[in-house]
């Protein structure tokens, strides 16, 4: 991982409330490894916003990688507010990646902000709809940038069926699991997204891996601050990294058996 200094190339409002952001990262793309990986910006030089803001990649070609982003609070407001051109620090690429097994339907699951590494992943697949499948979950249409097309695969959910299917992901994923020989399930999204799938997959025994989101401090393990509950409660004495993992060195891409959600 490196820090570098990156040109932003575009900008823009993709959604309702979904930006995506392009820059000229050709060191840090040098380094990419895969869909999973994330990195960390400086939104602006000074005290004013110490922390930086973790971000997963959404694509990554030659010296160009893009995130896509919401606006949360003042840091992503900022965020949306840059232009082409406008110069901002990064540190990357960190974490590690989705692990595809050839002998598997793959089944990839969106949500909110997590749709990033979801997507990323989808064009890793290069397109190959053959036991592949995506389902994007959204509150409304608005806030989707895919067409509802289950004859290539993709299935789109809102919560207000203004788009797609009505409801939550989970309805599409349990049809999908239910018909697919040998599925395995890769996810990323909101908690109670991750909760629900995590919680089907282990009830059903369907390997599974879970990208998980988490607040952090510093994206390289020395804060502390981005814990999980590790799936080791059989271990009667444990220290405190064996009960915890540091989702910015140890994921933030883990099999379903690995963890918990307390």
Known sequence: ???????????????????KMEFNAPLISSMYEGAGQFIQIQVETGWAYPLR???????CNDNIMSI??????????????????????ILGPLGNIFKLHNDQS???VGGGVGLAPILNLWDQLNGRIENNYLIVGARTGREHIHSHDPENHVFVTTDDGSLGIQG??????????EKRKKPEVFACGPEPMLKAVHSYVKMHDISAQLAVESYMGCGV????????SRNNN?????SYHKKYSLVCIDGPVYYAGEIKFD
């Not at 200094?5 to 993709?14: L, Q, Y």
């Open 168 to 177: 939550t992901i989970m309805n599409t994923l349990k049809e999908l699991c």
């Open 106 to 108: 793959h089944i990839l």
């Open 68 to 89: 896509i982003y919401k606006i949360f609070g003042e840091g992503t407001s900022i965020l949306s507010q840059k232009k082409t051109r406008d110069t901002i620090n």
């Open 53 to 59: 803001l973790p971000m997963s990649i959404a694509e």
């Open 221 to 228: 393990g020395i804060c502390q601050g981005c814990v999980i």
């Open 1 to 19: 991982m490196i820090f570098e200094d990156v040109t932003i190339t575009k900008n823009d409002e993709i959604a309702s409330g979904l930006w």
């Open 234 to 238: 059989w271990q009667k004495d444990h």
